[in-house]
């Protein structure tokens, strides 16, 4: 059974930076794109990102690819989500996922993160 | 970037009833679409992908529809566990983007 279990969310303050981490299992991680979304607290969904299943590449929302890297680490099965300089409109529930040329077709349960002071 | 716009934002409907929810891009996106379901204080799942293709496991009642910049997913015979809010996504090109969402409540 595919699981990813997100973790290191909480609150932050604004301006601090914060990486995420993702553990799969269930499958081959090293054979799969992986993807970051987050879902806003008014439910909006938006794209973070992906990395290649090699870690050799990444996309990124244009918005974010400034202040947000992803990478991986084969050797652990983990995906992970580095976020610097944190702004209150980061607040979301942020989800691992499973990327298969762009159809995600596995979800991790979601991680938190609150941006406030 | 691609713009999603997804219809209506909120839907009733009834047990039995049959429900279609739209999404329309704002380019072609030769059907590189997906449809996912999320109920409340769940992740999502998937639905559909390339526009008409059923995930494993999902009921047949869910198809989905649409070519060029139009799309569509109808549930058929709508049951109780389909009370869910549910999304569409493009990833015809980067980077993917999500439609509004649509909540779809029993009456």
């Known amino acids: 059974e595919v699981q990813l279990v997100e973790s290191g969310g909480g609150l932050v303050q604004p301006g601090a930076s914060l990486k995420l981490s993702c553990v799969a299992s269930?499958?081959?991680?090293?054979?799969?794109?992986m993807s970051w979304v987050r879902q806003t607290p008014g439910k909006t969904m938006e794209w973070i990102g992906d990395i290649k299943y090699d870690g050799s590449y990444t996309n990124y929302a244009p918005s974010l690819k400034n202040r947000f890297t992803i990478s991986r680490d084969n050797a652990k099965s983990t995906l992970y989500l580095q976020m610097s300089n944190v702004r209150s409109e980061d607040t979301a529930t942020y989800y691992c996922?499973?990327?298969?040329?762009?159809?995600?077709?596995?979800w991790g349960q979601g991680v938190m993160v609150t941006v406030s002071s | 970037d691609i713009q999603m716009t997804q219809s209506p934002a909120s839907l009733s409907a009834s047990l039995g009833e049959t429900v279609t929810i739209e999404c329309r891009a704002s380019e072609d996106i030769y059907n590189g679409l997906a449809w996912y379901q999320q109920k409340p204080g769940k992740s999502p799942q998937l639905l559909i992908y390339?526009?008409?293709s059923l995930h494993t496991g999902v009921p047949s009642r869910f198809s989905g529809s649409g070519s060029g910049t139009q799309y569509s997913l109808k549930i058929n015979s709508l049951q109780s566990e389909d009370v869910a809010s549910y999304f569409c996504?493009?990833?015809?090109?980067?980077?993917?983007?999500f439609g509004g969402g649509t909540k779809l409540e029993l009456k």
């Open positions: 996922t499973r990327d298969s040329t762009g159809t995600l077709g596995h």
């Open positions: 269930g499958f081959t991680f090293s054979d799969y794109w």
């Open positions: 996504q493009q990833y015809y090109d980067y980077p993917w983007t």
């Open positions: 390339n526009a008409n």
